[in-house]
């Protein structure tokens, strides 16, 4: 089962939705968040436009905290005695997350990784916000 959380462009807040009183779910067809309403006796759907559903990426942080996409990481990559570090959000594109470097390279986000899903020793990867609350932090990295 996909683990989301919900953007609410409207309100510029994430929803939490295991404390909602909302029917929230998310339209397996079009991908958008639809709320479910009981009036009438009849169950009724709405496709609402300005929830965005985000999705866990299934690998964590250097703190262990859940990255999703829409997550804004903090890079560092260690190479001998250098040290290199960038911002990137991490996005879906094609099949998978992909994290940009600077030079336009666009990584796989499961690259940082080892087979157990921990963050390789070489590199880092800290969640410093996300493109919704944070988008000032891409800035940061041009």
Request: with cysteine; hydrophobic share 35%; net charge negative.
């Amino acid at each position: 089962m996909t683990k989301y959380r919900i953007w609410d462009k409207f309100n510029k807040e994430f929803i939490d939705l295991e404390h909602t009183d909302r029917n929230l779910s998310i339209d397996p067809i079009s991908g958008k968040v639809m709320e479910t309403e009981i009036s009438t006796g009849e169950l009724d759907n709405y496709l609402l436009d300005w929830l965005v559903p985000v999705v866990f990426t299934g690998l964590h942080d250097k703190h262990g905290k859940e990255i999703y996409e829409g997550d804004v990481l903090r890079v560092t990559e260690y190479s001998g005695d250098e040290l290199f570090g960038y911002n990137s959000p991490v996005e879906f594109i094609d099949s998978g997350y992909l994290v940009t470097e600077p030079n336009g390279t666009q990584v796989p986000l499961a690259c940082f990784h080892n087979q157990d899903n921990a963050v390789n020793p070489l590199i880092e990867i800290e969640i410093t916000g996300n493109i919704y609350e944070n988008p000032e932090l891409l800035e940061e990295s041009e």
